[in-house]
């Protein structure tokens, strides 16, 4: 349903036609540039069941119509027992109706993405341990966007000892903590001797929390320089276990890794690769 210049009444006709389809198990439908979503209502989702993947994806805007949405998609969602991944991607919508209809119908998903945190998604996964466990997580992404308790900080830096499959981890530190003295770019470092999986690490600075009035330029070249700021954390760092971190051309120029075994990246603008150990 992504938009490739067909007119915008072809999504009714396809969401109107998606019950005929008894036999369907696997529903992904993503809109783009468009409020698909709330613009549709989801017609026909509430005729839907015995899905086993759902994915929705969508940028909308009118978020007054979003609460039926969520509820269409909480009956087809209690109608399907089986249901084990699950994608939500809407900026700005609230699909608390469909964590609480996966509690109460005790429907046990172990694939899932959303774009909205709520009180209700936690006490949903909270309500059970059918989530793979740290130990056998191998990708965990966890991206503030702005700054807040999300991104990467002394407290929680603790957990990733906990994950000794991890091979690929996304995260983000605050403006401030690099504004000081890159500790937390250093916490993190500290932790890669001690992932033995780990093939890839990504982290950037989270954006300040501010007046949307402020252009978007200038959250650019924050974000620049606080990148390079990570930059240079990381070319400075020493670790008490040997690890050696070589600099090779990111965006914008030639890739030079010569060692795909480890991959750090820092920022917008370069990569850095590091053998496992020494």
């Known amino acids: 349903m992504e938009n490739r ?11 109107n036609a998606l019950p005929s389809f008894s036999n369907l198990k696997d529903l992904s439908l993503s809109g783009l540039g468009q409020a698909f979503m709330s613009g549709t209502g989801l017609t026909g989702f509430d005729q839907l069941g015995n899905l086993q993947k759902l994915r929705l994806s969508g940028l909308d805007c009118v978020r007054d119509k ?54 209700e998604m936690f006490r949903y996964f909270s309500s059970y341990s059918r989530l793979k466990r740290l130990r056998t997580l191998v990708y965990l992404s966890c991206i503030a966007s702005e700054e807040g308790k999300w991104g990467f900080n002394p407290s929680n830096s603790g957990v990733l ?33 001690n992932l033995p999986s780990l093939a890839s690490i990504y982290f ?5 929390r501010v007046s949307r009035t402020v252009h978007s330029s200038a959250f650019d ?28 051309q990111g965006r914008g120029g030639s890739n030079r890794n010569t060692n795909p075994m480890r991959k750090v990246s820092g920022g917008v603008m370069r990569r850095f690769l590091s053998p496992i150990r020494g």
Not at 5 to 15: A, K, R
Not at 169 to 193: F, W
């Open 221 to 248: 070249a924050h974000y620049t320089e606080y990148s390079q700021r990570i930059q240079k954390i990381m070319r400075a760092y020493r670790s008490a276990v040997p690890l050696h971190l070589v600099v090779s």
């Open 66 to 119: 979003l609460s039926d949405v969520s509820l269409n998609i909480s009956k087809a969602v209690s109608r399907s027992p089986q249901l084990t991944t699950l994608d939500l991607s809407a900026p700005g919508a609230d699909f608390s109706p469909i964590w609480n209809i996966l509690r109460t119908e005790n429907i046990h998903i172990t694939d899932f993405t959303t774009s909205s945190v709520t009180h």
């Open 204 to 208: 950037s600075p989270s954006r300040i």
């Open 5 to 15: 210049g067909y007119p915008e009444w072809i999504n009714n006709v396809v969401l």
């Open 161 to 193: 000892s906990h994950m000794p499959r991890l091979e690929t981890l996304n995260t983000s530190v605050k403006m401030a903590d690099l504004r000081q003295n890159g500790e937390t770019v250093e916490l993190l470092l500290d932790a890669i001797p």
